[in-house]
Nanobody
Framework: QVQLVESGGGLVQAGGSLRLSCAASGRTFNNYAMGWFRQAPGKEREFVVAIRWNGGRTYYADSVKGRFIIPRDNAKNTVYLQMNSLKPEDTAVYYC?????????????????????WGQGTQVTVSS
């Protein structure tokens, strides 16, 4: 069983940067997929960015490509969401997710229903 804990959310001014952390326990990251999703009030959950742990392939939503990256630290079993050039429309609760087996196909990285484990979320608010 994998436990995920997000941290690092807060209030930031538009144009600024913020880094979220997702610490995993119970398993190593080998052969896992890990991703970030977000949900704004009144809207559906949407994909942000994900990584295939073994191989390093990264998937990005069009809305964040070029602004967000997903660094990782194998030794710490931690994945990050580095958010740059933040916009007010980035305001949402951000969730970390993980899947415990290897899959191929974009669907298994960009769709929330393909993940097995979820954190509780951390609030990010971007002011104008």
């Amino acid at each position: 069983q994998v436990q995920l804990v997000e941290s690092g959310g807060g209030l930031v001014q538009a144009g600024g940067s913020l880094r979220l952390s997702c610490a995993a326990s119970g398993r190593t990251f080998n052969n896992y997929a890990m991703g970030w999703f977000r949900q704004a009030p009144g809207k559906e959950r949407e994909f942000v960015v994900a990584i295939r742990w073994n191989g390093g392939r990264t998937y990005y939503a069009d809305s964040v490509k070029g602004r967000f990256i997903i660094p990782r630290d194998n030794a710490k079993n931690t994945v990050y969401l580095q958010m740059n050039s933040l916009k007010p429309e980035d305001t949402a609760v951000y969730y970390c997710a993980a899947r415990g087996n290897y899959r191929t196909g974009t669907y298994y990285y960009t769709e929330g229903t393909a993940y097995d484990y979820w954190g509780q979320g951390t609030q990010v608010t971007v002011s104008s």
